[in-house]
């Protein structure tokens, strides 16, 4: 029952299904039916909208093609307006507003870019010829602009502005640099050259800072313009005529050999002096500076800098090196190697800096110029001291001292060595120019020995010029000595050692002991009995003779013959000259201590026989103690009376602080300024007829008056003056003075020792400033020179009081045996106190305004300044009741 019900409601749902699924289709059907028609209507839309889709399209791509017009047509017409913006700028010209002209320019080039790569415009062409003749007269204007800029500020600068960017130690107002005239420097001390390795140079400003940048723009824009040369051009001329222009303010001349051939030597040695100076001033400031400006102006552009660089500093160059070359290649002569070794020391000084200035291919030239110029200032100084050598070796002068004194030679060729050795590490490196260095530090002792040995034979020859050949030992004695003592107190001694010392002291000796035998034996001989006791009396005969067999005539005749040998060489001897003090004292001792024995002995044996008869007095004229007095000032009459720094006479004194001066050469032929004597030695003839005429005689005698009175006239303008400017000389005191590190060994004679002192210097002139060149100080115990040193110049203003200290200190020196026992002897007395002598030779000048004297030498004597000791092994000694006032000649 039940199962049929459900297929019956199984069924009616089947049945419900195909009726629904039925209408499904149906609706299905007529959808198909309707969306058929649709799609035919949408086609026929479709084909009614597609004109007014191309309308529309055609109208946006016309909006869109506006938009793009109207922009271009914007950039042009900004670009006509940056135009006409920019030609106005360019037309007023750079001197108002130089940066707004440079942006000008700028913008006008981008103008001229900006119509050169858009050539399509129909105007273009005229825009693009227009913008272009723009720019040429605006470049032709920053042309004129860099010029006037230059021009303005290239101005030549003055030497005390340059003075003011040297170093302290080398600006005038110190005294290193000098006067213009005639200061000389010599920087060959270590001290010195110390000083100017650390010393500080300023560069100086040759182009106002705020115009640098200003010209680098206008040199930018001139190179972009293609006006690379005519920039260049304008650059070096107004560079290089300040620069020059400069140097000739300074005192730079250009001389050739012929002129340096014609100077006398002072002037030569002055214009030396002053050429070392400009070199410096020209390579670390003028040089220096021109580089310094030039890389700042021509920065970060594409400009042969360099190139330019090296032609405006040609001709500078030239004019600097020219008178070197000229000294280099002129005529050699022995006082001109110190001259020649300065010049050597500063171009090799400056030579890395002239390389780091002068770099690159550019200014190749400029370098190998200032090569050549030290080499052959090498070449040419070594060439001298084979010169010098010869010189001396050859030297054939008549000059002759007449007294035995130190020839002017040996004083001039020890001065030259003396000298030649301050100069030490400038003439190894002059020597390792052309060799090794190990054969450097050989050969400047081979050459002093070659020197002093050609010195010796030269000397050899002159003595044998002397008559008297007692007076022949002497002389040489005395140069020797001179030789042996100024050695041994330098620093040749360690070049050229102690054996070389000692062998000459042996030669001193010898001639010594020749002269003692030689002047000496004749007289000696009238004191010498043949076959007698010379310590035995003996009776009178009735003939007047002795037991020894003399008679009282024969010994008459022997005193007679003393009195007159010893008197005439007394008289001879007087002339003759021994200056130095402990020498002059040995030789007096060694003549004494033979002679007074043998008169003693005489007198004591045949005093007797005179004394008995007639005028005793007439053959017995001295006692011995007239005779040790008589050879005391025969000794010491001729020395000279003014103590000196180096113990010897003034005019044989080394030159402590200038270059030596040349060995004085025979004096001109006197025909040159005398007129010739008349033949036979007659009368000159008579007067033609007629030629003293009254009328001449009445010219004559009035030309006479005018010139008198001229004269007179002169000497009055003279005396006023030197009544009114007449200098008076400088106060010196030692105002303090100590010494420290004292050191003596008595047994080998060797002192060491540190002195510092200080001297107070007065000028009592009110008109007239003193210029101190060269100072030269002096520590002496007694006559014996225990340590020296330069102090530095200065000028001192009137009525100023300067303070100068120096500083002298004895390493291992060796000192006589008599310096050495007195100071002994000093410090081992109760105070302890050691009197020393302080000497200073200056070289002075007095200046009033315009009005300036000459070079004098004046010397200082300071004597027994009081040093005091706690104790005879007392190391530190301080002044005694300072100041200490001294003794001032001129």
């Known amino acids: ?42 086609s026929a839309l479709e084909a009614a909208m597609r004109p007014i889709q191309v309308r529309t399209h055609a109208i946006r791509m016309a909006h869109e093609n506006v938009d793009k017009t109207l922009k271009a047509a914007e950039v042009i017409l900004a670009q006509f307006d940056l135009s006409r913006q920019a030609e106005a700028k360019i037309l007023r010209g750079p001197h108002e507003d130089l940066e707004s002209y440079l942006e000008a320019v700028d913008q006008l080039r981008s103008n001229v870019k900006f119509f050169s790569s858009n050539k399509s415009f129909k105007s273009s062409d005229g825009v693009l010829n227009h913008a272009n ?96 040369q005519q920039c260049s051009k304008i650059y070096r001329e107004a560079r290089a005529y300040a620069l020059e222009s400069s ?67 040609a001709n500078s160059i030239l004019m600097l090196l020219s008178f070197g070359k000229a000294v280099a290649k002129s005529k050699r002569s022995p006082e001109k190697l110190f001259v020649l070794l300065d010049m050597y020391e500063i171009m090799r000084e400056l030579q890395p800096e002239i390389e780091t200035i002068f770099e690159g291919k550019a200014c190749m030239e400029m370098c190998e110029a200032t090569l050549s110029l030290t080499k052959c200032l090498a070449q040419t100084a070594q060439e001298t001291f084979g010169d010098f050598e010869e010189a001396v070796e050859k030297d054939a002068s008549k000059t002759t001292v007449l007294d035995g004194t130190v020839h002017p030679l040996t004083s001039y060729v020890i001065n030259y060595v003396k000298f030649l050795f301050d100069y030490q590490s400038t003439v190894k490196q002059l020597f390792q120019e052309f060799e090794t260095a190990n054969e450097s530090e050989s050969q400047l002792a081979i050459v002093t020995m070659r020197i002093m040995q050609a010195l010796q034979s030269n000397l050899d020859g002159k003595s044998k010029q002397y008559k008297d050949p007692s007076l022949t030992y002497l002389f040489l004695m005395n140069n020797i000595h001179y030789m042996v003592r100024s050695v041994r107190r330098s620093e040749a ?66 005193f007679k013959s003393f009195n007159m040998q010893f008197e005439e060489l007394h008289q001879r001897q007087s002339q003759w000259t021994v200056p130095d003090p402990e020498l002059r004292e040995s030789l007096r001792l060694a003549v004494a201590e033979v002679l007074l024995p043998a008169y003693r002995s005489f007198i004591k044996r045949f005093a007797p026989l005179i004394e008995s008869g007639k005028n005793p007095q007439k053959y017995i004229r001295y006692t011995p103690e007239d005779l040790d007095r008589m050879l005391e000032r025969a000794m010491s009459s001729a020395s000279d009376p003014k103590p000196v720094v180096t113990g010897y006479p003034a005019a044989a004194a080394p030159h402590p602080a200038a270059y030596p001066t040349a060995y004085p050469a025979p004096p001109p032929h006197t025909a040159a300024y005398y007129p010739a004597p008349h033949p036979n030695g007659a009368a000159p003839p008579p007067a033609p007829y007629g030629a003293p005429s009254r009328l001449n005689t009445i010219f004559l005698r009035r030309l006479l008056a005018i010139s008198i009175a001229f ?28 010494v420290s590190s004292f050191n003596l060994s008595a047994t080998q004679q060797l002192l060491s020792a540190d002195f510092d002192l200080t001297l107070s210097v007065r000028n009592p002139n ?60 000093d410090r081992g007395r109760g105070d302890g106190t050691v009197n020393f002598y302080v000497r200073v030779v200056a070289w002075v000048r007095f200046r009033s305004g315009a009005w300036r004297t000459r070079r004098h030498v004046m010397r200082v004597y300071c004597d027994h300044v009081p040093i005091g000791f706690n104790s005879g092994t007392a190391t530190v000694g301080t002044l005694l009741a300072p100041p200490k006032t001294c003794l001032v000649n001129l």
């Not at 070049?495 to 001193?508: A, C, K, N, P, S």
């Open 711 to 738: 004269f007179l006239l002169i000497a009055l303008v003279v005396l006023i003056l030197w009544l009114v400017l007449r200098s008076r000389l400088p106060a010196f005191a030692v105002s303090s003075a100590s």
């Open 493 to 558: 001694k360690d070049l050229l050692g102690d054996d070389w010392v000692q062998r000459h002291r042996r030669i001193v000796q010898q001639n010594a002991n020749q002269y003692k035998r030689v002047a000496w034996t004749k007289i000696l001989q009238t004191l010498t009995v043949q076959g007698g006791s010379s310590g035995s009396s003996s009776a009178l005969g009735s003939d007047g003779g002795n037991s020894s067999g003399i008679s009282r005539a024969n010994v008459k005749e022997r």
């Open 247 to 313: 140097l000739r303010k300074l005192g730079v001349e250009k001389l050739g050999k012929d002129d340096v051939q014609k100077m006398q030597w002072e002037v030569l040695e002055a214009k030396i002096g002053n050429w070392i100076h400009f070199m410096r001033i020209a390579v670390k400031l003028l040089f220096a500076g021109e580089k310094k400006i030039c890389d700042q102006i021509f920065d970060d552009i594409n400009f042969q800098k360099d190139y330019c660089f090296a032609e405006l500093t």
């Open 133 to 228: 003749n723009l720019l040429a007269k605006a470049i032709l204007k920053l042309e004129e602009e860099f010029r006037q800029l230059l021009t303005n500020y290239s101005k030549p600068i003055d030497p005390d502005r340059l003075f003011d960017c040297l170093p302290n130690s080398l600006r005038p107002s110190s005294g290193s640099t000098g006067d213009q005239a005639d200061g000389n420097k010599n920087p060959s001390t270590s001290n010195q050259v110390k000083s100017l390795e650390t010393a500080v140079y300023k560069t100086p400003t040759l182009i106002p800072p705020r115009i640098v940048p200003l010209l680098h723009d206008i040199a930018q824009q001139l190179v972009q313009a293609g006006h690379e």
């Open 1 to 42: 029952m039940g199962t049929p019900q459900a297929i019956e409601t199984l069924r009616q749902r089947a049945s419900l299904l195909r009726e629904s699924l039925q209408k499904s289709q149906t609706n299905t059907d007529s959808m198909v039916t309707i969306l058929g028609s649709f799609d035919h209507r949408l």
């Open 766 to 825: 009110h008109k007239m400033g003193i210029y101190y060149d060269n100072l030269v100080a002096a520590v002496l115990y007694g006559t014996d020179t225990i340590s020296e040193t330069n102090l530095p110049p200065f000028y001192q203003g009137k009525g100023d009081v300067t303070t100068v200290r120096g500083r002298l200190v004895a390493a291992a020196e060796y000192v006589d045996a008599g310096v050495a026992k007195g100071i002994a002897a």
